[in-house]
């Protein structure tokens, strides 16, 4: 009876050493890197190249069509500039005498070689003017004659002298006959026989061959 037991418990003994005995070969198995299970790669995963998209021509646009303005289409207005306003003339000199506004002057007939100028120097209040010098000028400048007015003192009437009118008196004459041909002629007072500067208004006269006298009466501008 006794060795029964033994014997079953030696049974059990081994059966339990061989279930530690393969235990212990699964253990070293599974520890011992000659029996590391081979893992199977994965598949290296190559990037897909990235295709870089090529730009395309900008299209050129269309040429846009002229358009041509049609009959009814309003074309704008011309710009109007402001006129540029002439120079101010520089006001006319003021002269102290002028040809007389009154009375009968001009030219009359006087004969063949006559070319002679008279007349009166008068101011209201003053009567006749003496000293006064006229001068008359031909178309060159040149000075035909001279002469200065004479004082009511110095004067006589004279008669049948002249076409306007048959008495009267005159304190200024002048002879023309050395240049009447360089005309337009200028008559007018100026302030000596040495001072050629105007002091009166011009006065233009023009003989022709048949000669003749004129009557030029002056007055203060002022």
């Known amino acids: 009876m006794k060795r029964n037991r033994e014997l079953f418990l030696l049974g059990i003994a081994l059966v339990i050493f061989a279930l530690l005995a393969c235990d212990a070969g699964n253990l070293i198995a599974f520890v011992s890197p ?7 790669p ?22 846009t069509a002229t358009l041509v303005p049609s009959p009814t289409t309003r074309r704008p207005a011309a710009t109007v500039r402001p006129a540029t306003k002439a120079p101010t ?5 003021q002269f102290e005498w002028k040809q007389a506004s009154h009375g009968n002057q001009g030219r009359c007939p006087a004969g063949p070689g006559t070319f002679e100028i ?6 209201p209040g ?4 003496g000293g006064i010098t006229v001068v008359l000028l031909g178309k060159s400048g040149k000075v035909i004659g001279k002469t200065t007015s004479r004082y009511p003192i110095e004067l006589n009437p004279e008669w049948g002298v002249s076409c306007f009118e048959e008495k009267n008196m005159f304190n200024y004459q002048l002879d023309a006959s ?12 100026v302030r000596s026989a040495t001072d050629l500067t105007p002091i009166s208004t ?16 002056w007055e203060r501008a002022r």
């Open 178 to 189: 050395a240049g009447w041909f360089d005309g337009p002629l200028t008559l007018r007072l």
């Open 42 to 63: 994965r598949p290296t995963f190559t990037p897909r190249p990235t295709v870089t998209p090529t730009p395309e021509d900008t299209p050129t646009p269309a040429p």
């Open 126 to 129: 003053e009567g006749y003017v």
């Open 89 to 93: 003339a520089p006001p006319a000199p």
């Open 202 to 217: 011009d006065v233009k006269i023009t003989f022709d061959a048949s000669g003749g006298r004129y009557y030029i009466d």
């Open 34 to 40: 000659t029996s590391t299970p081979t893992r199977t």
């Open 118 to 123: 008279k007349g009166r120097i008068s101011s």
